[in-house]
């Protein structure tokens, strides 16, 4: 879980890079969208494991003892 945090702060990093580059005339159009592209990708996995490990955890609260 921890590295996935970390995956997804490096590609956030890495797409306002590049979307600074382009912005400044340095970087490609396409770099800058592939980049965000791959942000969001990875933000989403992250909700998604997020919203499996608290649905596993309420499952678990509600099993009879």
Not at 40 to 65: F, G, S
């Amino acid at each position: 879980l921890s590295k996935l945090i970390g995956t997804v702060d490096q590609s956030s990093s890495a797409a306002n890079s590049a979307v600074q580059n382009m912005l400044a005339g340095t970087g490609d159009v396409h770099e800058a969208m592939i980049a965000l592209q791959r942000a969001e990708t990875a933000l989403q996995l992250t909700v998604q494991v997020r919203n499996k490990l608290v649905q596993a955890y309420q499952d678990i609260m509600r099993m009879p003892v």
